[in-house]
């Protein structure tokens, strides 16, 4: 299981940055993936999933910010992050599973600040 994730990167308040994750070593259409982050000095916190059918999930903080993305002709995961501030600052991982993270990848600092 290979989960590679991109995008992070240092952005101001209010600002937009878009996450990408490909996957490779198991059946990614099946699967449902996530993205869950940690902030320093927090436990991991899950973000967003989308499960085999399309259907997504969102953490409260996040709800009408982030958009979760998939394609399944490209194993690939994306998160779209609107709207973005200090508290948004964190490690972000590409998961398999939602509720029950079965592998997660390296990570992508995202830094919101100005």
């Known amino acids: 299981v290979q989960l590679v994730e991109s995008g992070g990167g240092l952005v101001q308040p209010g600002g937009s940055l878009r996450l990408s994750c490909v996957a490779s070593?198991?059946?990614?259409?099946?699967?449902?993936m996530s993205w869950a982050r940690q902030a320093p000095g927090k436990g991991l916190e899950r973000v967003s999933g989308v499960n085999s059918s399309g259907s997504t999930y969102y953490a409260d903080s996040v709800k009408g910010r982030f958009t979760i993305s998939r394609d399944n002709a490209k194993n690939m995961v994306y998160l779209q992050m609107n709207s973005l501030q200090p508290e948004d600052t964190a490690v972000y991982y590409c998961?398999?599973?939602?509720?029950?993270?079965?592998?997660r990848g390296r990570g992508t600092q995202v830094t919101v600040s100005s």
């Open positions: 998961a398999i599973g939602y509720n029950f993270i079965r592998a």
């Open positions: 070593g198991f059946t990614f259409r099946s699967s449902t």
